[in-house]
């Protein structure tokens, strides 16, 4: 395999196959974000490590395929991407136990979830081979989890770890910034992460920030689906 990172991640179909009877848990059963996780990755980010590829929410890329790779979740880029090379070792962000490996949560080849404390799990997607725990198992933070690999499976044209916050039901899914103690002013601005948020002129403000996206709920209506957009998206682009 060729173990090449690539920093600035393709958008892929993620394939979310979220429960349809999985109920959401309300408010009062999701723990309020406190910086209580840590990244999924060990040492600094670099060009020969990890980096941020594309951020959590209205990202111009999510934007343009809002009815269709991410017409599920209401529009948006729905986790984070961390582009590293293949074989990296992915980390357990938080203490929790293995709820699933392998599972019907999507993000192939392989993926993780992890239930933690709060009404919280995290999902690891694109991993590279089966994680190296089991369903059942208590894991702690900064434990080694799995493998980062390739969502093409290819470990050249999109190596990254998709990495996402979840209610247990799997049917809301988070903003992690708030949850993870990180330096993202930093992660952003080093990472492949420059192209920003799709922007409504009517509301320009609104979800520009990395910690001022949205929360997603599978099967709602579209969040982004702006009269006014900019920029606008490209010609056949949904």
Request: hydrophobic share 35%; charged share 15%; with cysteine.
């Given at each position: 395999?060729h173990w090449?990172?690539?920093?600035?991640p393709?958008l892929?179909?993620?394939?979310?196959g979220?429960?349809h009877?999985?109920?959401?848990l309300?408010?009062s059963?999701?723990?309020?974000p406190?910086?209580?996780f840590?990244?999924?990755?060990?040492g600094d980010?670099g060009?020969?490590?990890?980096?941020?590829?594309?951020g959590y929410?209205n990202?111009?890329?999510?934007?343009r395929?809002?009815?269709s790779?991410?017409?599920?979740?209401q529009?948006?880029?729905?986790g984070?991407d961390f582009?590293?090379?293949c074989?990296t070792p992915?980390r357990?962000?938080?203490d929790g136990t293995v709820?699933?490996?392998?599972?019907p949560?999507g993000?192939p080849?392989?993926?993780?979830?992890?239930?933690?404390a709060g009404?919280l799990?995290s999902?690891?997607g694109?991993l590279l081979?089966r994680a190296?725990?089991?369903?059942g198992?208590?894991?702690r933070?900064g434990?080694?989890?799995?493998?980062?690999?390739d969502?093409?499976?290819t470990?050249?044209s999109?190596?990254?770890?998709h990495?996402?916050l979840?209610d247990?039901?799997?049917?809301?899914?988070f903003?992690?910034?708030?949850?993870?103690?990180?330096d993202?002013?930093?992660?952003?601005?080093?990472?492949?992460?420059?192209?920003?948020?799709?922007l409504?002129?009517?509301?320009?403000?609104?979800w520009q920030t990395?910690?001022?996206q949205?929360?997603?709920?599978?099967?709602g209506?579209?969040?982004?689906?702006y009269?006014?957009p900019?920029p606008?998206?490209p010609?056949?682009?949904?």
């Amino acid at each position: 395999m060729h173990w090449k990172l690539l920093s600035l991640p393709i958008l892929l179909l993620l394939g979310d196959g979220l429960a349809h009877n999985a109920p959401a848990l309300p408010d009062s059963q999701i723990a309020r974000p406190s910086r209580q996780f840590g990244l999924p990755f060990a040492g600094d980010p670099g060009p020969t490590t990890w980096l941020l590829g594309q951020g959590y929410g209205n990202t111009l890329g999510a934007y343009r395929q809002r009815s269709s790779t991410y017409g599920n979740i209401q529009g948006i880029h729905f986790g984070l991407d961390f582009s590293a090379p293949c074989g990296t070792p992915v980390r357990a962000i938080g203490d929790g136990t293995v709820s699933e490996v392998d599972g019907p949560h999507g993000s192939p080849p392989h993926n993780l979830v992890i239930r933690h404390a709060g009404g919280l799990s995290s999902l690891y997607g694109h991993l590279l081979e089966r994680a190296s725990v089991r369903v059942g198992q208590t894991v702690r933070r900064g434990q080694v989890v799995g493998k980062s690999g390739d969502s093409q499976g290819t470990c050249v044209s999109a190596p990254h770890l998709h990495l996402e916050l979840r209610d247990w039901g799997h049917q809301r899914l988070f903003n992690p910034l708030p949850y993870i103690a990180a330096d993202w002013d930093t992660l952003t601005l080093a990472g492949g992460f420059s192209r920003g948020y799709e922007l409504d002129l009517n509301n320009p403000r609104r979800w520009q920030t990395p910690d001022d996206q949205p929360e997603a709920r599978r099967g709602g209506r579209l969040l982004n689906e702006y009269a006014n957009p900019w920029p606008p998206a490209p010609a056949g682009a949904r």
